[in-house]
């Protein structure tokens, strides 16, 4: 592996870390519902960090030789932006209803 795929890697593992040790146990924690007016709120940094996980497959896909690993990174990134419109929409959605 070369080391700029090496470090793509590894701040890949790293968001994971941080998401599992920071954001989990407060999903985990939570006893409460969530006040209507703050349901919105988690949706676009969501979506963010998939347009982000997006934009770096969509980045390696023309540098990869294979078909498979081409096809892969091509379809990948164009679902987890597509994913991130969606939350996009529904947090624009759930923000009109709540004012």
């Given at each position: 592996m070369d080391s700029g795929i090496r470090e793509m890697v590894d701040a890949l593992a790293e968001a994971r870390?941080?998401?599992?040790?920071?954001?989990?146990?407060?999903?985990?924690?939570?006893?409460?519902?969530?006040?209507?007016?703050g349901e919105h709120h988690l949706l676009g940094p969501a979506?963010?960090?998939l347009a982000a996980l997006a934009e770096l497959l969509g980045g390696v896909e023309p540098r990869v030789t294979s078909s498979q690993a081409h096809h892969a990174h091509f379809e990948a990134a164009k679902r987890l932006q597509e994913q991130a419109g969606y939350l996009r929409g529904r947090q624009q959605e759930i923000r009109?209803?709540?004012g």
């Open positions: 870390r941080q998401l599992r040790e920071n954001a989990l146990p407060k999903v985990r924690e939570l006893r409460e519902p969530v006040a209507v007016g979506a963010d960090l009109g209803l709540t």
